[in-house]
């Protein structure tokens, strides 16, 4: 059997950027915008802060302005609260981002409830996340939406699919659920104590790993032909004491089952950043009454 075809997310990424820098381009000569994103973290988790790092980096590339923020560990609640109200207030900044996880002191809930939903770049605050469930236009979280984009450019209409996902996280599985039901999948939820998991993934036209656990998701758990979406980004040392990336998939074996798979590095990670810069134009289109961008050709 040959090889799965790669889902490259790189070249995805890279023209849903293009799109996006032209539209920034439009906002700026015939409207005076420059869209803004606000990126806040606490803490100092080194993975937290590449993540945050490039997020900004990237939006400047755009054309966009970037405030990145990093508050020490030990910041209070009211203290964060009090810095989204300011940035929820502040008419330059369009979009608001704030990383998780957060530090144990804080109720992640309520500080992502805090920032304005119509700002709420990440698509998590409730009322996001109630629009996607009930179908209703709103702002979606950008991995899911990555992996979207990725699964329609790889396989078109994806109506009638069997769908797998691995995982039940806010962030990840549970709206990849949503997105897959509107687009008329037949979806499965699994997670930790799911029975017979890896009979359950051999019946997946669609599987999407989202669980954070290095390698869990062997090739004999894949349909043959089926698409592999990896969300995981899980470093691990090997013996000599480097480190590498690797997903929640074995990829080596999966890349010789699946029909097309992502891989890790290179997948799902750059369109997580590149729907995050297409939520931004978004929400500063909506918030100055523009018609929405077509940032992506539907397929
Ligand atoms: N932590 C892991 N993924 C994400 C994400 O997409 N957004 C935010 N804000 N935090 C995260």
Known sequence: MTDAQLIDGKVFAARLRNTIADTVNWLGSEHNLVPGLAVLMVGDDPASQIYTRNKAKQSTAAGMTSLHEQLPTETSQVAVLKKIEALNNDLSINGILVQLPLPDQMDSDIVIDTIAPTKDVDGFHLLNAGR????????????????????????????????????????????????????????????????????????????????????????????????????????????????????????????????????????????????????????????????????????
Do not use: Y
Request: with cysteine; proline share 7%.
């Open 132 to 299: 996607l469930v009930t179908g209703r236009n709103g702002l979606t979280p950008c991995t899911p939406q990555g992996c979207l984009i990725l699964l329609k450019e790889t396989l078109g209409d994806l109506e009638g699919a069997n769908a797998v996902i691995v995982g039940r996280s806010n962030i990840v599985g549970k709206p990849i659920a949503q997105l897959l039901l509107r687009e008329n999948c037949t979806v499965t939820v699994a997670h930790s104590r799911t029975r017979n998991l890896a009979e359950l993934c051999r019946r997946a036209d669609i599987l999407v790993a989202a669980v954070g656990r290095p390698e869990m998701i062997r090739g004999g758990w894949i349909r043959p032909g089926a698409a592999v979406i990896d969300v995981g980004i899980n470093r691990i040392v090997g013996p000599d004491n480097t480190t590498r990336l690797v997903g929640d998939v074995a990829f080596s074996e999966a890349v010789q089952i699946a029909g097309a798979i992502t891989p890790v590095p290179g997948g799902v990670g750059p369109m997580t950043v590149a729907c995050l810069l297409a939520n931004c134009v978004r929400v500063t289109c909506q918030q100055h009454g523009l018609p929405e961008p077509e940032l992506w050709p539907a397929t």
